[in-house]
């Protein structure tokens, strides 16, 4: 099966070409994952209208070098791309590759790097087929990707970011060989990161998959556990009042061929009786 999965994106996405990276003073970045709950009239008090204020706030006081969210349906695409003029935005509607349907867009700070390459595909067995549902998911599902240039530095990165289904769990772990198999045909050779909300906690399969030591050739790493410095609660996934429910660890940010992180976080900011969210923000500072 991965080698079948290997050689459909080979063909989909042709071998880049990727010079070494240059010696030198190392890029600093902060990346940042965000579920930022898709506009639900039924919310109530939580609707977008009555957060969005206080998530373009915190997300502009975090100032990400790039960052990926999901859930963000085109109107708070559009919230959060006038909220960040500066920034460019990959990355299209999961429903037509348009504008209907959640995105799982990538921003990046468009004064310090410069946009190389850049794509969406789809978690199913036709990852180029726009709409596409995979396996056995109750929604499709997909990737946005980018591969960006640190003007200052010439450092090249790529950055992947994804929504997992969350009922599927042939859908999981199916996507998650198809994202490392994705990453290793359009990132060989380059630092990697790659955030997400996986509806996986640790130890699950697609988890067990990402991370799996037995293949370091494809594995990636969960960035929380390379660094030393990590502040916050232990869990993503909260609902949207605090203390209301257990919280479990389903968002993440990986990395590939990065060994220096500075320092990680799980921000819990909230009004005092609910959380800007039904996730919560994770946020890495890395040096490449």
């Known amino acids: 099966m991965k080698l079948r999965y290997l050689l459909l994106l080979l063909l989909l996405f042709p071998f880049l070409q990727l010079r070494s990276q240059p010696e030198g003073k190392p890029a600093e970045l902060i990346a940042l994952s965000y579920n930022i709950r898709f506009n639900n009239p039924d919310d109530g008090v ?5 957060r969005k204020a206080a998530v373009v706030s915190m997300l502009q006081r975090q100032l990400p070098s790039v960052f990926g969210l999901q859930e963000a349906l085109s109107g708070q695409v559009a919230d959060i791309e006038a909220a960040f003029p500066g920034y460019g935005r990959v990355g299209v509607g999961r429903d037509d590759g348009k504008e209907a349907g959640e995105y799982s867009p990538v921003f990046f700070d468009k004064d310090r790097f410069s946009l190389r390459r850049s794509g969406t595909f789809w978690l199913s067995q036709t990852p180029a087929i726009p709409g596409s549902r995979g396996w056995d998911a109750a929604c499709n599902r997909v990737v946005s990707w980018v ?3 640190d003007i200052s530095t010439a450092k090249t990165f790529a950055f992947f970011n994804t929504h997992f289904d969350h009922m599927g769990e042939v859908a ?27 509806n996986a906690i640790p130890g699950s399969e697609p988890i067990h998959l990402i991370l799996n030591p037995d293949d370091p050739a494809l594995s990636l ?6 660094s030393t410095n990590n502040a916050g609660p232990a ?18 940010i990986f990395i590939k061929r990065i060994s220096v992180v500075k320092s990680t976080s799980v921000l819990d ?9 039904d996730h919560l923000p994770v946020v890495a500072h890395l040096a490449l």
């Open 46 to 50: 939580n609707a977008w209208p009555n």
């Open 235 to 252: 869990f993503t996934y909260t609902g949207f009042k605090v203390g209301g429910i257990p919280g479990e660890k389903i968002d993440y």
């Open 147 to 149: 591969i960006l240039k």
């Open 221 to 226: 790493i969960d960035s929380r556990s390379l």
């Open 172 to 198: 999981r772990r199916n996507s998650a060989i198809l994202l490392l198999h994705a990453v290793d045909s359009l990132a060989a050779g380059i630092p990697v990161i790659v955030t997400g909300d996986f």
């Open 269 to 277: 900011e909230h009004t005092g009786e609910y959380y800007l969210s």
